[in-house]
């Protein structure tokens, strides 16, 4: 089984959190767990921060951000890292300060288009 642990910023106060990342037999990627993680660490883990988000989910069993609760998040079109996200219709890049717009999401969290 494939998995790995991607990085997320929260939107909220900015602080690093790493999603883990499980693929599962059905060739989709799903969310299964979060935490929140120093920049030190991170960086010393060498967690990746460019991977395909195609089809990737949430499982029932993800906690969401770990600073705030948010249950999805969403790829900055400029720097290509990921902001946790809440619902709201306009959010800003939590690593770059992009304005991003226009956000789809399902309720899934499937952000990516995999069927869209
Ligand atoms: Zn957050
Ligand atoms: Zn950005």
């Not at 037999?25 to 883990?45: L, Q, R, V």
């Not at 921060?49 to 906690?63: A, E, F, I, R, V």
């Not at 306009?90 to 226009?102: D, E, K, R, S």
Request: charged fraction near 20%.
């Amino acid at each position: 089984m494939e998995a790995t642990v991607i990085l997320m910023r929260c939107k909220k106060n900015k602080a690093l959190s790493g999603i883990r990342v499980q693929k599962m037999e059905d060739d989709n990627w799903w969310m299964t767990w979060a935490f929140g993680i120093s920049e030190k660490s991170a960086k010393n883990e060498g967690f990746s921060q460019h991977y395909s988000l195609k089809g990737m989910c949430g499982t029932s069993d993800y906690p969401g951000c770990p600073y705030c609760k948010s249950p999805g998040f969403v790829v900055c079109g400029n720097c290509n890292n990921l902001t946790c996200y809440d619902g709201e219709k306009n959010i800003t890049c939590a690593w770059c300060g992009q304005h991003l717009g226009n956000i789809v999401i399902s309720d899934k969290f499937e952000l990516s288009g995999g069927g869209y």
